[in-house]
């Protein structure tokens, strides 16, 4: 296993260029699997989630060639089966579901179970197909879905925490095909729902209002081969914007879309940042003092969970209390006793993280848990005096394209080496 050894305390300052957009990418791949003709799409960040995600399109019979940046796929013929060992290791892997049942008119799926950010149930991806009149029974850890045809209907996919974004994906792609007119309410508003209905929309479906909480697909009886160029992963641009302001740095983030990350910047500049933005590019600076601030995360256009532990690390250096509400995800706080490790005074009660802020971080070895609390280890060690090692830093690699460089391009000390 290898870590990231980071000497922190040094600011960071240069351009970095944002990659293709990870949560786009995976469904955009799945989405492949609903026509036999050749799709190429660019933009696709190299990353261990989407080879994975290719690896997945080949066990289901696909051709795929993956090659700097651009996957080329003809899903000439499939079959309509994905096994525990391909849903286990990446729970997105789920959203080849939709498109399977769609094309073949069945699908046996293993259930993906829980992870270490919370229950991750798929009931409203299931209520979805159910509505388009699938067949659905769950029998030793299997989904088998299947119909004679998908009709199209009115399905509502709110659930306890508001809307489901690769359900959404899902029904989506499932409706596709379906025979007549499908509305999707309370569907995920998010960006890469959208970036996947213009895909779909470029092979040939019929989709209005994706982006908003209500989608209209009109059922097509094929698909054609489309090319595409996925939008830029607005996670990894909080990322680098938060990494900027909690090292006191200026840094310029290029190829990204600020209009994906309202609410990030808002809080950015809450928390005392100073932003600039030009077109797609997007210039970061600590600006003032640092100031507290509270966070709750929510559905899209609200502040996204991926980005919650990346502003933790950064609020701890803010003197006052900040409070930080976690609506999404019920688990999803694994990094607080690894900050806790750097210094941080940090107490969790219920859904909320009280954040003493303002102390200094000091370096120490601390554990990555999942791709996101791993960045927000990356960012606190980054920002803290002496030496951090981040191990297990596999978790990071799923979501993160060349992080050690990009940020040694920006004058980090960070490298790569094996775990002891
Ligand atoms: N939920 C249900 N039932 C369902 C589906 C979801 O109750 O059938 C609940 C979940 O338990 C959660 C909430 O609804 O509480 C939202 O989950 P959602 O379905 O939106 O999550 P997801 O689609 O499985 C994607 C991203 C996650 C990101 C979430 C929320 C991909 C591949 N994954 O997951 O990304 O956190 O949306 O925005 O797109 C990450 O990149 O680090 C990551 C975890």
Known sequence: MESFLIKGGRPLRGEVTIS?????????????????????LRGIPELSDTRFMAQILK???????????TLAVRAKKIRGYADYDLVRKMRGSICVAGPLLARLHKARISLPGGCV????????????????????????????AQTKRLIGATTFLGGRQGSTVLGTANVMMAAALAEGVTVIES???????????????SMGARISGAGSPTITVEGVD?????????????IETATFAIAAAATNGE???????????????????????SLQQRGGTLTVRRGRKLM?????????????TDAQAQMMALLTLAPGISIITERIFESRFMHV?????????????????????????SGAPVMASDLRASAALVIAGLAAGGQTQVNRIYHLDRGYEKMDEKLRKLGAKIQRVEEK
Do not use: Q, W
Request: charged residues 25%; aromatic residues 4%; hydrophobic residues 40%.
């Open 20 to 40: 293709g957009s990870k949560n786009a990418a995976l469904p955009i791949m799945a989405a492949t699997l609903l026509t036999e003709e050749p799709c190429v």
């Open 59 to 69: 066990s289901l019979g696909a051709d795929v060639k993956f090659e700097g940046g």
């Open 117 to 144: 950010i919370g229950a991750r149930p798929i009931n409203l991806h299931l209520k979805g197909f159910e509505s388009l009149g699938a067949k659905i029974e769950i029998e030793g850890g299997y989904v088998h």
């Open 187 to 201: 569907a995920a508003c998010e960006p890469e729902v959208v970036d996947l209905a213009h895909f779909l929309n």
């Open 222 to 234: 094929k698909l054609h081969g489309a090319e595409h160029v996925i939008i830029p992963d607005r």
């Open 251 to 273: 840094v310029t983030i290029k190829n990204c879309r600020p209009d994906h990350l309202r609410a990030v910047l808002d809080k950015l500049t809450e928390a005392g940042a």
């Open 292 to 304: 507290a601030a509270d966070v709750t995360t929510l559905p899209y256009s609200g502040y996204p």
């Open 337 to 361: 006793s690894e900050l806790a490790r750097l210094g941080a005074d940090i107490e969790i009660e219920g859904p909320s993280a009280i954040v003493k802020g303002g102390r200094p971080l």
